[in-house]
């Protein structure tokens, strides 16, 4: 095995093999030779070559979304970090650990002149759990910050950065390592809830006929079945979810905007809780957000070891621990209080699965009655990926089957990089992979289809509407040339040349009958990644939207 010459490139190497960081993605550069020669060149990683850096960062991002351990991301000088951010944004606030290892010139090059070299240090300042600028020189110093910046990103769950130096000659190999790195444990942490703590919450709890438990973001099979259970037989509970919380009871509502959209004041204060209890990521729904703000409880608690943010202005407690052991240590002491909460709750959600129904089976094709028709034609046990914009809130309307597990970035929200995501994460996982995704969200990400790693067993369906058609349902939407072009930026294109350039089998629908043979098509063979594009009617949409909460209420 050959090994970089720079001794500092060693470090770097050796103390990810001991720390666990094996999957390396890497684009191509020049000043990036000493680690990628290294990292490649050892049969203890899996690498991975992405040239463009934007995709590079959100295909790490995936691989890291399903092993739930850091990503390694390497890089040349220059702009190349730069185009890491958005990915590094994202994996801040979903809390998904990735290090990322740039390539820089010393410190005496920047600022005088040199070509592709910018202020490289702390670039990620804002939205990095620890930077690691480091010296030219191997030292027990560099191995301090390296292993800081990979204990950080496992235990915090979020990025790092480690900024390296590296002077000419660069692609120089040796046959035998010359440094031996300190490497450091990771730092324990565990809280438990104190007694105190357990007291006053369960005596507040005991005295609450109106609880709601809210989830966010939240990995599949997480929380415990017997606390399901519980939750769920407690006539004073009420437990709202959403797509992305891969938390499936038959009696939890897991429509939100479905259930509280048509609410008229009367509704609203009939639902409005004395507390709630949040745990999981960042909520997709704006409407509950909104309820919440506007009616607020009295008690907020949120649940997560590391975070908690005061989304609905009344954060009251964070507990900081895990929700199954939230649980398990505060339902042993609750008792039993007359309610009909979670009764109301009920009878809400029966009449509005009739009135869904019914309004799905009288509307034109449309993205509504389209992805009426997707969703439940998804594969068991497989995984779904989706775009954000309006292809999560039309998913959010529909049941998913519970053996689906669904991912999202709703980290920052954006449009970004949703096709290198779920390819990374496709790559990391043996599942068959759904990406649904926007027509606009498709084509700005489309390099992400410059990659070597697409499964066979991976679909795309790209639901097509000749623009940015969120906008049409958000407020200040007026039909003129300014909001076509600014906003809703209309187009003619279509999927279909980059199926063909990226050699991706490529099927289309226009109405139900095609979207019933396009999806058998999909999913009747795992031979060749699919592309399933949808075309539904440009300006129809956003009123048959508008139209079906009206006929809910």
Known sequence: MIYPKIPLAQSIIQICMAKGVNHIVISPGSRNAPLTIGFASNPNFKCYSIADERCAGFFALGIAQQINKPVALVCTSGSALLNYYPAVAEAFYSQIPLIVISADRPLEKIDIGDGQTIRQRDVFDNHSLFNANLTEEASEYNDHLINEAINKAYTKKGPAHINVPFEEPLYETVKKQVVDPTISAFAKFYKNISIEDIIASTNIWNSAKKKLILVGVNEPNEIDEEILNKLASDPSVMVMTETTSNLHHPTFLGNIDTIITPFKEKEFKQFQPEILITFGGLIVSKRIKAFLRMYRPEHHWHIDPLRAYNTFGSLAHHFETNPNDFFAQILPFTKTVKSDYFKLGQTVKK???????????????????????????????????????????????????????????????????????????????????????????????????????????????????????????????????????????????????????????????????????????????????????????????????????????
Request: include cysteine.
């Open 351 to 553: 009449k509005r699965e009739a009135l869904h129904d019914k309004y799905l089976a009288k509307i034109p094709f449309s993205d509504l009655k389209a992805f009426g028709a997707i969703i439940p034609a998804l594969p068991q046990n497989s995984m779904l990926q989706v775009s954000n914009s309006a292809a999560i809130r039309y998913a959010q309307l529909f049941d998913i089957d519970a053996s689906v597990s669904v991912y999202c970035n709703r980290g920052t929200s954006g449009i970004d990089g949703s096709t290198s995501t779920a390819i990374g994460a496709a790559s990391a996982s043996d599942r068959p992979t759904t990406l649904i995704t926007g027509d606009i969200g498709f084509l700005y990400d489309s390099n992400a289809l410059w990659n070597n790693y697409i499964p066979k067993n991976f679909k795309i369906i790209v639901v097509n509407n000749g623009g940015g058609g969120i906008f049409r349902i958000l407020p200040g939407h007026q039909e003129s040339k300014i909001f076509n072009t600014y906003f809703e930026t209309s187009h003619q294109l279509t999927a279909e040349h980059l199926a063909k350039m990226f050699q991706l089998d490529y099927f289309t629908a226009t109405d139900e009958q095609s979207l019933a043979l396009g999806l058998k098509s999909l999913y009747a063979k795992n031979t060749k990644p699919c592309i399933l594009e949808v075309f539904t009617p440009e300006k129809e949409n956003d009123s048959i939207l508008k139209d079906y909460f009206k006929a809910l209420a």
